[in-house]
């Protein structure tokens, strides 16, 4: 069975305080490992997907990396406007965990403070 | 372009009435999915089509819960009787279909459903 597990649950940092929030994952076939995110009363908003370990994305201040057992989303010079739930999940292409089912974590809750 | 839209916002039921939560997927996308997401936890898959099919059904608590696609666009996701348990958010996502490599699902709002 697929699993992911994110750490830490919640982190406050300053502005500007640069951090990472963490993704460890077990997935048969690690088909794509997707990044969104989650203001209060929304839905998920997708981030970014990486498919191979080695691969980086980047989108403003946030960059994803992956490797073969985790992926980190390191912010740059956080703003207020950061805050928000950040979701990793994962899709695997076994068997068992086949077709196009995420796996997702429970998420770390960002607070950016000015 | 619209995104996944969901209605409603917000359902607030009395245990053992029924409900429904209507989704319109974005347009083009064949896969549609609906979640439920419990306070303080990630989404967890109940049901996911393709077009008409529901091809996984296996989380969907099929004694209370039911759920159809006519015509492979829109969904609606029925709870008879609801239980206090299934206060929870339900959202619905989209994408284009598995093995297409365009994967990625897109989220609705979410209906945030209350049972007191």
């Known amino acids: 069975e697929d699993q992911v597990t994110q750490s830490p649950e919640a982190l406050r940092l300053q502005e500007g305080e640069s951090s990472s929030l963490n993704c460890s994952y077990t997935?048969?076939?690690?088909?794509?490992l997707f990044w969104y995110r989650q203001d209060p009363g929304k839905g998920p908003e997708f981030l970014f997907t990486?498919?191979?370990a080695g691969e980086e994305k980047e989108k403003e201040r946030l960059k994803a990396t992956l490797t073969k057992k985790e992926s980190f989303l390191h912010i740059t010079a956080p703003k207020p406007e950061d805050s928000a739930t950040y979701l990793c999940?994962?899709?695997?292409?076994?068997?068992?965990?086949?077709?196009?089912?995420?796996?997702f974590g429970t998420g770390t809750q960002l607070k950016v403070e000015l | 372009e619209a995104g996944v839209v969901q209605s409603p916002r917000y359902k607030i039921i009395e245990k053992k009435q029924p409900v429904a939560f209507w989704c319109n997927p974005i347009?083009?996308?064949?896969?549609l999915y609906w979640y439920r997401q419990n306070l303080g936890q990630g989404p967890e898959l109940l049901i996911r089509?393709?077009?008409?099919?529901?091809?996984?059904d296996s989380q969907l608590p099929k004694d209370r819960f039911s759920a159809e696609r006519l015509k492979g666009v829109d969904s609606t996701l029925k709870i008879q009787p609801a239980e206090l348990g299934d206060s929870a958010v339900y959202l619905c996502?989209?994408?284009?279909?598995?093995?297409?490599?365009?994967?990625?699902?897109?989220f609705g709002p979410g209906t945030r459903l209350l049972v007191l």
């Open positions: 996502a989209s994408s284009f279909p598995w093995g297409s490599r365009q994967e990625t699902q897109y």
């Open positions: 347009s083009g996308h064949n896969t």
């Open positions: 997935v048969s076939g690690l088909r794509g």
């Open positions: 999940a994962v899709q695997g292409g076994g068997l068992t965990g086949g077709g196009n089912k995420l796996t």
């Open positions: 089509y393709e077009n008409e099919e529901a091809v996984d």
């Open positions: 990486l498919y191979s």
